[in-house]
């Protein structure tokens, strides 16, 4: 059964810096892995998607690597900003789209202005 | 595409009671999720569908959780009769199975029992 640990639970940090939120699961047999961001009391944004080919993916101020041998991956926030708290969930996908995804906790994350 | 859509956003319903939440899909995805999100337990997966046949259901916590998908384009969660425990936030989501699988989450119902 797969388990994902994200680390760390919950962060602050000040507005402009740059940050690392870590993903760790135990079963690397995955197609791909998602990265969501909650706001809330609201639903799940995906933010980027990593197929299980692929070593890492942009999107804007976001990049996501993966390391799927060692059942880690991480999301790099640059120059982040007050709109960037959340909180940011990691779902690794073991079925391709056609299983259940398995969530982390999630890392709070609050950026100071 | 409007996205996932769910229905109702919020519930109020007294223990007994039976409660039904509803999900459309995106149209073209071939997949379909039910989740459930409270502090405790996270995100959890309750079932989901491939091409409308349910595949697993063995996160739905009891007996007293129902879902069925009629056709490509609907869902419901049925519960009945409600315990307060059930009391939680489910979201619905749905994906394209021979893409990138990429599961695009509804905007959830938040469900209380008292």
């Known amino acids: 059964k797969q388990e994902v640990t994200q680390i760390p639970a919950a962060l602050s940090v000040p507005e402009g810096e740059n940050l690392v939120l870590n993903c760790s699961f135990t079963?690397?047999?995955?197609?791909?892995l998602q990265w969501f961001r909650q706001d809330p009391g609201k639903g799940l944004t995906s933010l980027l998607l990593?197929?299980?080919?692929?070593r890492e993916q942009t999107s804007g101020r976001l990049n996501a690597s993966l390391d799927k041998s060692s059942g880690r991956s991480t999301l790099y926030i640059a120059a982040s900003q007050p709109g960037d708290s959340a909180t940011y969930l990691c779902?690794?996908?073991?079925?391709?789209?056609?299983?259940?995804?398995?969530f982390g906790k999630g890392t709070h994350l609050i950026i100071q202005p | 595409d409007a996205g996932v859509i769910q229905s109702p956003r919020h519930e109020v319903t007294e223990m007994g009671q039976e409660v039904t939440l509803r999900c459309k899909p995106i149209s073209g995805h071939n997949s379909l999720f039910w989740y459930r999100q409270t502090m405790m337990r996270g995100l959890e997966l309750l079932i989901y569908f491939n091409n409308n046949v349910p595949i697993d259901d063995s996160g739905m916590p009891e007996d007293r959780f129902s879902a069925k998908m009629p056709n490509a384009s609907f869902s419901t969660l049925k519960i009945q009769p409600s315990e307060p425990r059930d009391s939680a936030v489910y979201f619905c989501?749905?994906?394209?199975?021979?893409?990138?699988?990429?599961?695009?989450f509804g905007p959830g119902t938040r469900l209380t029992v008292t």
């Open positions: 989501a749905s994906s394209f199975r021979s893409g990138l699988g990429e599961q695009y």
């Open positions: 990593i197929q299980s080919s692929q």
């Open positions: 079963d690397s047999a995955i197609y791909n």
């Open positions: 779902a690794p996908d073991s079925g391709g789209g056609a299983d259940g995804l398995t």
